[in-house]
T-cell receptor, first 115, second 112 residues
Framework: NAGVMQNPRHLVRRRGQEARLRCSPM?????VYWYRQLPEEGLKFMVY????????ESGMPKERFSAEFPKEGPSILRIQQVVRGDSAAYFC?????????????FGSGTQLSVL | GESVGLHLPTLSVQEGDNSIINCAYS??????FIWYKQESGKGPQFIID?????DKRQGQRVTVLLNKTVKHLSLQIAATQPGDSAVYFC???????????FGTGTQLKVEL
């Protein structure tokens, strides 16, 4: 029973390029959450998705960032025209339900470095 | 809104001693709290949780205490081991759902 899988583990992009981060939730989980972690800081909520729906994107920057969780395949966090400030670790978590009884299980993250 | 903060950025303890990591939160409506452990290069790992209708919960070698009066919670690790070295985060949920607000973390260093 694989956990939350994220890829790539490390992603290097030059300023202006696009970054695509993938997250495959645990088997049976249909709720996905993306968090960003800057160096020596806690994780900050970005977006919450269910299959084919964005439920809460209150933590997403207004521009350049988008997320999707299609019916088939992994959830994708997409960052267009990356800037150095986007350099961070991006973590994905999944749960089978939306209520607060669930313990979120996190993936190992994608470390994005923008040159 | 909610902000969650920890008192110390770094805590050093001797192997075998007990560790206490503290956390303060700002929103009295927060009703669910979780402690996570994060090792270098890895994602947060669930340690223990507690609901606001409880003031203490115990797990294997870990205990979480919640003081709603002063909006404070702590994580106690008994007989700290080298493998406990990591950054520890408290996180809070307000009003249901799974949207976590994390603190900035405490680096626990276990000295042999």
């Amino acid at each position: 029973n694989a956990g939350v899988m994220q890829n790539p583990r490390h992603l290097v992009r030059r300023r202006g390029q696009e970054a695509r981060l993938r997250c495959s939730p645990m088997k049976g989980h249909s709720h996905v959450y993306w968090y960003r972690q800057l160096p020596e800081e806690g994780l900050k909520f970005m977006v919450y998705l269910q299959k084919e729906n964005i439920i809460d994107e209150s933590g997403m920057p207004k521009e350049r960032f988008s997320a999707e969780f299609p019916k088939e395949g992994p959830s994708i966090l997409r960052i267009q025209q990356v800037v150095r400030g986007d350099s961070a670790a991006y973590f994905c978590a999944s749960s089978p339900r939306a209520d607060s009884n669930e313990k979120l299980f996190f993936g190992s993250g994608t470390q994005l470095s923008v040159l | 809104g909610e902000s969650v903060g920890l008192h110390l950025p770094t805590l050093s303890v001797q192997e075998g001693d007990n560790s206490i990591i503290n956390c303060a939160y700002s929103n009295s409506a927060s009703d669910y709290f979780i402690w996570y452990k994060q090792e270098s290069g890895k994602g947060p790992q669930f340690i223990i949780d507690i609901r606001s209708n409880m003031d203490k919960r115990q797990g294997q070698r870990v205990t979480v205490l919640l003081n709603k009066t002063v909006k404070h919670l702590s994580l106690q690790i008994a007989a700290t081991q080298p493998g406990d070295s990591a950054v520890y985060f408290c996180a809070a949920i307000t009003g249901g759902g799974n949207k976590l607000t994390f603190g900035t973390g405490t680096q626990l260093k276990v000295e042999l």
